[in-house]
């Protein structure tokens, strides 16, 4: 079942996660592909962010891990991140200034052109776009 | 992945420096150092993050964390952070308004301690 269209340019790359440990390489992973892609140094910081924080809820709330793609697409980067957590809602207001816990959606929203969450059989994608 | 973290102390103030990446992995070990100098007294304290290469929400909720412990005991709690990169994440969470954020040690300690009483 295709939840999202599919990806047709030939160029994505999967990296699996499991572990808190494994967050630096999630991020080297998308560091790595976004500036391979075109991507400029600031805008692929903020590609990190946003999909370390979704990793974090990953290896912090589901079970089973998870999965990192990324891709361009129509001149942006497309990045999937795939785990076995509920779906994801958006469209949050950042948490008062005490709190310290709960920014980590309310950041990805914020650092993205855009976000969409869907779920399906095999879990639920946050699929991201920024421009390039 | 690393996180350092050394301390000094400069007068009245205890310099924390942070570097490499603060993330869910590494942030527990901030904050149990944010914590221990709390209880061991430090009143004035500035983290410098100078040379931190990552800090994400986790990290974001260490030093909140370690802000409202210095205002419960009435201490003061000032960032070094020049980087664009992270002050990027301070004001897209609005923290750039609740902390205090010096571009310099220097410049930290000497602001952050200014409403004490001088002492020579």
Known sequence: MALFEADTSGTSDTLSYGEAEDLGAVRAFVRRHALALGMSEARTEMLMLAVNELATNTVQHTTGGGRVRVWTDAGHIVCDVVDQGPPRTFQRQMPPADAVRGRGLAIVERVCDHVASVSGPDGTTVRLRLHL | ????????????????????????????????????????????????????????STGLGVLVGALKRLRAVNGTFGLVCAHERLLKIFRITALDRVFSLYDSVAAATAAVGSDAEPTA
């Not at chain 2, 103030?13 to 061991?40: F, I, M, N, Q, S």
């Open chain 2, 1 to 56: 992945m690393e996180l350092s973290l050394s301390t000094y102390d400069s007068g009245d103030h205890t310099v924390l420096e942070v570097g490499g990446e603060v993330d869910v992995y590494t942030a527990p070990r901030l904050r149990e150092k944010l914590v221990e100098l709390v209880e061991t007294g430090a009143r004035h304290v500035v983290v410098d993050l100078s040379r931190v290469e990552f800090l994400d």
